[in-house]
């Protein structure tokens, strides 16, 4: 089984920037080829929805629509990490957010893994802690 450690949430004014990182650790951290890597996030009230994945295979990746040009997924094969890079922030992004791993699965109707995993939250399997994003107006 993997672990991932989240970090860099804070507390950042509308229009800036966080860096979020999602540290990959455990047994089978050397079958990591083999996973999606996505950020989640949720509200009161809310379920978890998908923010953006990246496959750990061939570094595709999805966006949600609500972050298309704002957000930046990325990956560090050699450092075992996963990062968000979040500009143009808004209040409405406020959240804990949670970083998600799950073999690659490529379903039969065409949709790519990445776009799968994000997309279906419940059928993640390993999961961090969560860390919490505020933005002032």
């Known amino acids: 089984q993997l672990q991932v450690v989240e970090s860099g949430g804070g507390t950042v004014q509308s229009g800036g920037s966080l860096r979020l990182s999602c540290a990959i650790s455990?047994?089978?951290?050397?079958?990591?080829?083999?996973?999606?890597i996505g950020w989640f996030r949720q509200v009161p009230g809310k379920e978890r929805e998908g923010v953006s994945c990246?496959?750990?295979?061939?570094?595709?990746?999805y966006y949600s629509d609500f972050v298309k040009g704002r957000f930046t997924i990325s990956r560090d094969s050699a450092k075992a990490t996963v990062y968000l890079q979040m500009n143009s922030l808004d209040p409405e992004d406020a959240a804990d957010y949670y970083c998600?791993?799950?073999?690659?699965?490529?379903?039969?109707?065409?949709?790519?893994?990445?776009?799968?995993?994000?997309?279906?939250?419940?059928?993640?399997?390993?999961w961090g802690q969560g860390t919490q994003v505020s933005v002032s107006s």
């Open positions: 990246i496959s750990m295979s061939d570094r595709s990746t």
């Open positions: 998600g791993a799950d073999f690659l699965l490529r379903p039969l109707n065409g949709v790519t893994p990445v776009q799968f995993m994000c997309e279906g939250p419940g059928q993640i399997g390993i």
């Open positions: 455990g047994g089978d951290s050397h079958n990591l080829h083999r996973y999606a």
